[in-house]
Every structure is written in C-alpha cells, then in structure tokens.
C-alpha cells in the first residue's frame, strides 16, 4: 500500500472552475478503492462548498506565517481531505484564480507558493500529522513549487508532477523569486528561472521523479513547439521520465440512469427517452419545442483553447440549417458578446446561458444529440466522454485527449461497429463545418445514428484503469 499526498487547487464538489476539480474529486476516490492511502490537500478558499465534518487538527508556520490543518472527507467517501487555512489569503470572495470581478487575484504568487510550502510541511511529517507519503502527486503550476522545494530537503517523499495543461504557467517577475523567499539555489535556467521569469510550472518540470500528462497524445504534443508553450525543449529532454495517462470519469455522477438533475433518467435500453430531455431542454432554453430537430450542445470555459471561434465562424451558416444550438460557458468578454448577440438575433435557433451552471450542464449533455468540441488543444477533455455515456454524439478537432477517447464514424468504423463519434482535423471554421455536415448526414440515417449512441454508451471510462496505471507509477519511483 501507498501512502500518497494528492494535491490540488480545485476539488470536485468542493470548488469547481474546470475538469482538474474533476481529476481531484474522482482518482483519489479511484486509489482508496484500490486500497491506497491517499489523503487531497487543497487550499481553504471562502468560497469552498461547505461540508458539515471540518475540523482544525494543527497548526503550522511557514516562511512566517502561521496556517492551520483543517481535516474533512471527500463527500460521500472515506478519503481525507485537508484544508491548508490561512485566511489572510484565501478568505476572500471569488474563484481560486480571479477575485469577483474577474481579474487574477494580484497575491496569486503568494497564494500558491504558501499553498505549496503548507504541502511541505505534510510531505516532510513535519505539520503534526504523525503521517509521511511515500509520494507527494502535484497537478499544475499552482502546486509547482513542490517539488522544487523538496529537492532542497533530504529524505524526502518521491514526486509525480500532472500536467493539466500547458497554456497556464504560474509565471511571474524576477522579483517575484525574491519577494516569495525562496531558496537561492533554484534560480538558474535548468530550476526555476524561465527566460529571466519565475515559472512555478518549471518547478515539477525540473524536479519531479515523473512528470505525467492527462493523454498519451498530449503528451507527444507537448513536446512540440505548437502545443509546448515555450517548454516543449524541456519536456522532450524530459521524455524518458514522460508519460500519459487518459482521465477517466466519474460513473456516479454522470450517468444517466440515475442524474437526479435530467427530466427523464434513461439507458441504453430506453433510448428513446432522451426525447423527453431534449423537449425540456429546449423549453427550458425557450426554443421551439421539437424532438425531431437535431440540437447541438457547447459547455465550455470560453477560452482560446476551446475553439469557440470556431463554431463562431460556423453560426451564420449553421443558423440557415435545420438545427438547434444550446451553449453554456464563461470566460473572455467579447466572445460572451458575440454568441449572446447571435442569440438576440436568432431566439429560434440559439440558447446562450453566460455562467457556470452544473445542473444545466447535465440537461445539456441529457438533452442535445451532438457535443461540440472543437478544441485547438485539450489536454484530455471530459465532456467528450460524459456526452458519449449520455448518448451525445461529440464532434471534436483531432487533438490530445480527443483524439484518445473518439472513434470517427468513418465506413470502416462504421462497419466494425466502433465508431463513437466525429472528428476534424484543421482548426479552422470551415472543417468544423464540413464536421457538422457529416453529423447531420449521419443522424438522418436513425439506424446508423442508434448504433453509434449504442457503442458509445457502452465504452468504459471508469476510473479503475488510470488509478491503477498512477499505482504502478508511484511503485516504480
Ligand atoms: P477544462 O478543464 O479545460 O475546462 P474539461 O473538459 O476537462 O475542460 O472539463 C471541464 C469541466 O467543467 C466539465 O466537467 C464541464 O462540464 C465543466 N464546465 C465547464 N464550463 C461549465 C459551465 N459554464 N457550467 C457548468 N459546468 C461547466
Ligand atoms: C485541463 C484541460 C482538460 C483536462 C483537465 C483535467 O483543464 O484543459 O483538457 O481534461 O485539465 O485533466
């Protein structure tokens, strides 16, 4: 048995801004199954959800600073969690990156760094815990400085470093090294330093025992400048201690026969009553009520990642077609601006619902024939599968984590019956839309439509086989 401290900035139900909180909610669940010692540590943010059982266990000082240990369990299971508390940081209104109003909290440095000084003191038995990992697993730059502070300690617990994507760095000033009050030492080009920047991310890339990523594809992309982001020469010196590890999904959560958040719970064997959620979905959304008419589904952070630009590009087209849009997401302004304007525009064809709204989430995956993916990275991606488990055929670009879970419905797939989904290769407007095309051939066809919601529905996306892949990693270091 492994003792294992898994540590991130978002938790799954506890705070939620993308699919890592997805990641932390559910493979620690999937390690305690398999027996493993783990124990999740994440910040105490203000806006946590609340769970009845927290309670202070001990108090620590880092670089001056006093924080609490706060202990409570992932709902619904027997997994520790602890609460790194200091409310002199994190007991302010807003998510774990942005203030209310939408901007970087600007002690975002100071956040994190003393989030991963806090993770230290438990790595190192030295928090009072009477507990020591044999594995410390990082996820994403928030958590970086972590290995890189344990290489400067002896006898320490190995380390595995996530990378949930590439495009988020934790970079900061120069100054910033000193003003954080970390150990000299790491301040050169193969530790810390990144083009005269302190780059948190760099801290698991250089000094983690193994680094993962979410995908085998990504993490062959990562070593590419497209996708790299600036450290793509780092990650392929790297390459032998690289691997990738596809997410699974959470099986309780998502699943269709039992969402109490859907009108209608239905299976495989009751496909049919996906019809009822597609009518109250689009009731609820105040489109034309129509179980015939093929409706598209989008939930999304609206980042240049996600490729809403896209399906922006595809609108004026897509709305002179026989279609349905629902689109859930937040994120950049102007493309908040320009779906919202599309659906002014067009109330018959188009819902947009700007914000972050999990049950609708569920409606939308329940309710809509087709997923819209049409990333221009995804390190793995999670809807693509949920909507797969749902019967909701995805449409994805041919990139990382989508490329690992979907089975194009080409003649060949069609014919051996694997084919779960479609997928375009080019980012651009115009091969999304020759994908939607292909999708509206496909679904006029209702034999070949049910066989691909039947295959799709019927792949394994538990959670069992990663855990047991990261087991077999943290018995190899
Ligand atoms: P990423 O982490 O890059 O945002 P993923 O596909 O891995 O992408 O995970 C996104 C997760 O966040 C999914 O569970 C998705 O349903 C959820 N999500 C994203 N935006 C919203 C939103 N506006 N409302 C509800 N859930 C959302
Ligand atoms: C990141 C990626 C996403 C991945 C998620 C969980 O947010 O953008 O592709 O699914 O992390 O690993």
Not at 52 to 64: G, K, L, P
Not at 359 to 365: D, T
Not at 416 to 433: H, I, P, R, Y
């Amino acid at each position: 048995m492994k003792k294992i401290l898994f540590a991130s900035s978002e938790v799954h139900p506890l705070i939620k801004t993308g699919g890592l909180a997805d990641v932390a909610g559910s493979l620690p669940r999937a390690l305690a199954e398999i027996s493993q010692d783990i124990r999740v540590i994440l910040p105490n943010y203000s806006s946590l959800k609340k769970t009845e059982d927290v309670h202070f266990i001990s108090s620590v000082r880092v670089n001056n600073q006093d924080a609490n240990i706060l202990e409570t369990r992932l709902p619904d299971s027997n997994v520790i969690v602890w609460l790194a508390d200091c409310p002199a940081l994190f007991d302010s209104p807003g998510n774990p990156y942005v203030d209310e109003t939408g901007n970087p909290w600007e002690n975002i440095a100071d956040r994190f760094a003393l989030f991963s000084r806090i993770i230290v003191e438990v790595a190192m038995n030295r928090a009072h815990l009477d507990w020591q990992p044999n594995v410390v697993h990082c996820n994403d730059w928030q958590t970086g400085l972590v290995p890189a502070l344990l290489s400067v300690e002896s006898n320490t617990p190995s380390t595995v470093f996530t990378i949930h994507n590439m495009a988020y760095q934790g970079m900061f000033p120069e100054s910033t090294f000193a003003d954080l009050n970390l150990p000299r030492q790491l301040w050169h080009p193969n530790g810390l330093e990144y083009h005269e920047m302190l780059s948190f991310i760099k801290g698991g890339l250089a000094y983690a025992d193994r680094i993962t990523t979410v995908s085998p594809t990504y993490a062959l992309e990562i070593q590419t400048p497209e996708y790299g982001y600036g450290l793509e020469g780092l990650l392929s010196h790297k390459y032998h201690i690289l691997s990738g590890i596809i997410n699974g999904m959470d099986l309780d959560q998502w699943n269709p026969e039992a969402d109490t958040s859907i009108s209608e719970p239905y299976s495989v064997k009751s496909l049919e009553k996906k019809a009822i959620n597609k009518t109250s979905l689009q009731a609820r959304s105040s489109l034309p009520v129509n179980k015939s008419v093929l409706v598209f589904g989008l939930i999304s952070r609206l980042v240049e990642q996600k490729g809403v630009d896209l399906l922006i590009d595809c609108l004026p087209e897509m709305v002179e077609m026989p279609l349905q849009l629902v689109l859930l997401g937040s994120g950049d302004k102007s493309v908040e601006q320009k779906l919202m304007n599309f659906a002014r525009l067009y109330p018959k064809k188009i819902s947009v619902t700007i914000g972050y709204d999990e049950s609708l989430a569920h409606q939308i995956e329940a309710g809509v024939d087709v997923f819209l993916m049409p990333s221009r990275f995804e390190p793995c991606g999670l809807n693509q599968m949920y909507s797969q488990r749902y019967g909701t055929i995805p449409i994805v670009r041919e990139t990382g984590g989508l490329v690992d879970t979907i089975e194009d419905a080409l003649p060949k797939s069609l014919a051996n019956n694997t084919a779960t989904g479609v997928s375009f290769k080019e980012a651009s407007g115009g091969a999304l839309l020759e994908a939607i095309k292909r999708t509206m051939l496909l679904y006029n066809d209702k034999k070949t439509w049910k066989k691909i919601q039947t295959t799709a529905m019927g792949k394994d996306f538990s959670w069992k086989n990663s855990a047991e892949q990261y087991l077999a990693l943290y018995e190899e270091i």
